[in-house]
């Protein structure tokens, strides 16, 4: 399964990307933090266990830094034509 993170900066500049694994989005989310100057204590982001959790039950994940930037998971290809 693939993943596509969408990213929404404060400054209204946005950025996407796709990802083989869960894990590698979540480290993108905390480079995002460390480039955004921003302490990766008080921001309030999933563990991964948590993720998979919710994406389990929910269809995608948006979470939200403390600067206003926000971020959205979308796991699924989403590139591929619905059959």
């Not at 209204?12 to 302490?39: C, F, I, K, P, T």
């Not at 921001?43 to 979470?63: M, Q, S, T, W, Y």
Request: net charge negative; with cysteine; hydrophobic share 40%.
């Amino acid at each position: 399964m693939k993943f596509l993170l969408f990213i929404n900066f404060n400054t209204g500049w946005m950025r996407n990307a796709v990802y083989e694994r869960l894990e590698h989005v979540l480290e993108s989310v905390e480079q995002l933090v460390e480039e955004e100057d921003l302490d990766i204590k008080e921001e309030r982001l999933p563990n991964i266990v948590a993720l998979k959790k919710h994406l389990n039950r929910n269809d995608d994940f948006c979470g939200y830094l403390s600067n206003g930037t926000w971020f959205h998971i979308k796991p699924q290809n989403v590139f591929e034509v619905a059959v």
